[in-house]
């Protein structure tokens, strides 16, 4: 920031604090403990929207919010609060003496409160006659850019209450998070699914592959770890037989790279259902998601970009390997060995480094990921992924190089992940103690063994589904938000020197 422009700031706050001063003067409170609001903007602009030009009513209101256009010294006055913008027409032939002093010590950025009647301009306005006029809140700084919106996107995602302020569009994406949200939430409990809560503060990390964040817990001396993902905590809860049927809105924390589509700290519903497996958890994914598209948005047909995506059920289901041989001709199910694999997968990423130890399960997801990933703009399963890749997941029924898992695409990213679970006690020890290897051989988004997880298992978890959806990529979908950044209030950010 210029010198000149910190200068010209405060200037503008020395100016309104003499405002602040001149009210308190006069004996009014510039920041009152309350005050009551009987409608909002956006339900009144809808009540009325078939009043005529032209035409009073002598409906009273007391609305509240924010002054994000003043004309015509305060006699028009555009008033925001959270669902929208009213006109306030402030005429001294309505207006109160006290509410005329406030007027002329209003700007730009202050919460007035204004009571009157409802009326429609004759330029088709619809417009609130002020009879009353109350300060709830002087604001001492400007709004961004005179209101224009904020062009620098670094302060957008730094002071997301400007961003909120001055852009509608920021503003109703929010909002629509947290309707998403709740319609997910109430389609899980309506069809029989118990919210639970499991811990952010774990002594062993686990459940997915990914680097955790590490603390102290100074009375204990013990070092603890940030969850990565809820998954063996609900299962012991299904292990328990707390509910067939389990959910959580959990926070994870992963300890990686920031991008467009990552950020360390996110949201995802993580849920379990006892003797189902993965092909019922595809139709789950199908219902919640076209669910929610029709619920909060009225259509199953979303734009993404440039992008018409149908969410109508039911979508795509197609295994990983035949997926594969579509986009390259390669049929990795008839490859018996990690050689001829290695062989097969130099030919089709020529110039992409593999190394050695490569396997046949890692070198199918490798090409699928350079190969198939970015031409799944509609829905689709992908079923049937390697036991290399999923050490959480049952064997497959037919081919024991596979397990039950799929990955849900649209729109070229992963949106959804779910396992017909591991229930095999012996099983599930002998891969903890594979990935113990690999942590001892340096792979740090492998975790220690976790015992106590082992002998829940060993009293027995029926058969069980788990699916994983990523919130914060849905969001990004279904409001066709550029970035994971858009659609986080608060997201991750490198501090400022």
């Known amino acids: 920031m210029t010198n000149e422009k910190i200068n010209t700031e405060d200037q503008l706050r020395n100016v309104r604090i003499e405002k602040l001063k001149a009210l308190r003067a006069r004996g009014i409170d510039p920041y009152p403990h309350k005050f009551p609001v009987t409608h909002q903007a956006g339900i009144l602009q809808e009540t009325y929207k078939d009043l005529p030009a032209e035409t009073e009513t002598q409906d009273t209101v007391q609305i509240g919010g924010r002054v994000v256009s003043n004309r015509n010294s305060g006699m028009f006055i555009d008033l925001q609060d959270s669902t929208g913008k009213i006109q306030i027409f402030s005429h001294q032939d ?62 957008r995602y730094r002071q997301r209450y400007l961003d909120l302020i001055s852009s509608d569009e920021s503003r109703a994406r929010l909002q629509n998070r947290s309707r998403i949200l709740q319609t997910i939430r109430e389609f899980l409990i309506q069809n029989g699914f118990l919210e639970v809560e499991t811990p952010m503060l774990q002594t062993i990390p686990g459940g997915a592959a990914a680097k955790p964040f590490i603390t102290h817990h100074n009375a204990l001396d013990l070092s603890m770890y940030l969850r990565i993902a809820p998954e063996l905590f609900l299962k012991r809860l299904i292990i328990g037989g707390l509910s067939d049927k389990v959910f959580e809105m959990n926070r994870n924390f992963r300890n990686e790279g920031l991008s467009p589509r990552h950020n360390p700290e ?83 990423l020529k110039g992409l480094e593999i190394p050695k130890e490569t396997t046949w399960g890692q070198l199918v997801a490798l090409v699928f990921e350079e190969k198939v990933e970015k031409d799944l703009i509609q829905p689709t399963h992908v079923m049937d992924l390697p036991l290399d890749i999923s050490p959480l997941a049952k064997i497959h029924r037919q081919d024991k190089r596979l397990t039950e898992r799929f990955e849900t695409f649209i729109n070229c990213w992963e949106v959804a992940n779910a396992f017909t679970e591991l229930n095999d006690p012996l099983d599930q020890l002998e891969r903890f103690k594979a990935q113990v290897a690999q942590k001892e051989a340096g792979h740090d988004e492998t975790h220690p063994m976790d015992e106590d997880f082992i002998i829940a298992l060993e009293h027995g978890m029926p058969p069980t589904g788990g699916l994983g959806i990523g919130v914060d990529r849905l969001v990004m979908l279904l409001t066709n938000a550029p970035s994971i950044r858009d659609v986080i209030a608060f997201p991750t950010m490198k501090p400022k020197d």
């Open 266 to 348: 996110f949201t995802m519903i993580e849920m379990y259902q006892a003797f189902a497996d993965y092909h019922d958890l595809m139709t789950l994914t199908e219902t919640i998601v076209s669910t929610v598209a029709q619920k909060v948005f009225g259509t199953m047909k979303i734009m993404y970009g440039t992008h018409e995506i149908d969410l109508t059920p039911p979508w795509n289901r197609k295994t990983m390997v035949d997926l594969v041989k579509e986009k390259t001709g390669v049929d990795f199910s008839i490859i018996k060995t990690d050689e001829e694999a290695r062989s097969a997968a130099k030919d089709l």
């Open 94 to 155: 309505f207006l109160s003496a006290q509410g005329q002093e406030i007027l002329n010590l209003v700007d730009l950025g202050d919460w007035i409160g204004v009571k009157g009647f409802i009326r429609r301009t004759k330029r088709g306005e619809l417009s609130i006659n002020a009879q009353e006029m109350t300060m709830l809140s002087k604001a001492l700084l400007p709004l961004p850019e005179k209101y224009h919106g904020l062009t620098d996107i670094e302060k």
